[in-house]
């Protein structure tokens, strides 16, 4: 049943993919009208494929260049308390990308 569900949902993807590839190909004049079709038509069908392609990069870039913890030396053993987190927005990426910064403090910092 779950196959079922599967196949449908990736037939009913591939219809839409050719209904917008036939509207986005309209000015092409025949023969060369079925060949774009085709070529439109799994190119917009794999594009959710590629965001997670292309997304999957750019998180595992991130987290390979924001993967230092800062400690401030001389805290070790203290009890800290969790501040609101900043959110930041991250420019340079293909997909729009938030950072959130988590800040953790003591007593005496927080006062």
């Known amino acids: 049943m779950s196959l079922l569900i ?12 050719f209904f917008l590839a036939r509207i986005f190909t309209k000015w092409v004049r025949s023969p060369f009208r079925i ?9 917009i069908f794999t ?3 590629a965001d997670e392609i292309i997304g999957k990069y750019q998180f595992k870039s991130i987290c ?3 993967s230092v913890i800062d400690a401030v ?10 501040i609101k987190p900043s959110m930041v927005k991250i420019d340079g990426y293909l997909l729009p990308i938030k950072m959130q910064y988590w800040k953790f403090a003591d007593k005496k910092q927080i006062k």
């Open 35 to 43: 060949g774009t079709i085709f070529i439109a038509t799994m190119i």
């Open 73 to 82: 030396a001389g805290h070790e053993g203290k009890t800290v308390y969790f």
């Open 6 to 17: 599967v196949v449908a949902g990736l037939f009913f993807w591939l219809s839409i993919s």
């Open 47 to 49: 594009l959710p494929a």
């Open 64 to 66: 390979e260049k924001n």
